[in-house]
């Protein structure tokens, strides 16, 4: 179902539930954004989702200096489910986080997992700025939903607590097949996480430790060596293409 657009409505996240007639109070910030940023007024549209009650057309009332409502008007699109896969990574720098944040939501990811490894170079994820730039990319997207964020967690606690039936795809310079569309067609159908390792790859016993585990694919990104982040965009997209939502056009939960 394709979306319906009030004219420039910006689209706002909220956490409060939204229904026929409710309205709802802004944080500071937000009316900071749509009063001081984009210079909306009082009556002006805006489109509001909460990831559970659909996408909405509301209109900007009691608008003061730092704090503001909007009244719901009409349901645009009824709620429907994220797709079912989450993106896990090593954590890298703070400015290319916040891309892998923005670019995995974009990408359909609805939950974002930082998985610490033995090449992890990060000193610490602030779980606050991740999930602030995924929301961020979901009210640019257009999808009504924005994903989890997990704690920060090592490979082998993620191993131990991961869904035995959702097929673990992780980028594998040695997979032992070098395309990857190739290796993904063979993959059953079902809940994916995709994980990327670090800058430096996963180690030897890193990798062995992937390889013994059940239900995971290791796939190859090509002849050239990516950068995390640029790997992630790279194996989100090819698992999207040939298991996800990309495949004959379907919407995927937007």
Same mark, same amino acid.
């Given at each position: ?8 409505? =910006? ?5 409060? =539930?939204?229904?026929?007639?409710? !309205? ?7 009316? +900071? ?39 719901? @008007? ?11 896969? +989450? &993106? ?10 916040? &891309? ?13 997992? =930082?998985?610490?490894? +033995? +090449?992890?170079?990060?000193?610490? @994820? ?27 967690? !090592?490979? !082998? ?36 996480? @995709? ?24 796939? !190859? ?34």
């Amino acid at each position: 179902m394709k979306p319906q657009r009030a004219d420039r409505a =910006p689209r706002v996240y909220v956490e409060a =539930p939204l229904a026929d007639g409710a !309205s709802v109070a802004f944080a500071p910030d937000t009316v +900071h954004y749509l009063a001081n940023v984009l210079r909306r007024v009082e009556g002006d549209p805006v489109i509001l989702f909460n990831g559970r009650d659909g996408e909405w057309r509301a209109e900007l009332a009691n608008l003061r200096k730092k704090a503001a409502e909007a009244r719901l @008007v009409e349901q645009l699109r009824p709620q429907a489910p994220a797709p079912d896969l +989450h &993106y896990c990574f090593a954590p890298i720098k703070r400015a290319r986080v916040d &891309y892998i944040a923005q670019k995995a939501t974009e990408l359909g990811a609805a939950r974002l997992v =930082p998985v610490i490894t +033995h +090449h992890t170079n990060a000193e610490r @994820v602030k779980t606050e700025r991740l999930r602030a730039n995924a929301v961020e990319a979901a009210e640019q997207c257009g999808i009504c939903w924005a994903p989890e964020v997990e704690e920060p967690v !090592s490979l !082998s606690m993620f191993l131990k607590g991961r869904e035995a039936g959702r097929l673990l795809v992780f980028c594998d310079e040695a997979a032992p097949v070098a395309d990857p569309i190739a290796a993904l067609r063979g993959a059953p159908a079902g809940p994916i996480a @995709v994980l990327v390792g670090p800058e430096g790859g996963f180690s030897g016993e890193e990798r062995a430790l992937l390889l013994r585990q059940e239900n995971v694919l290791p796939i !190859s990104l090509g002849p050239r060596v990516m950068r995390a982040d640029t790997a992630g965009v790279a194996a989100l997209a090819l698992v999207q293409a040939v298991l996800g939502d990309w495949r004959n056009g379907a919407a995927g939960g937007t």
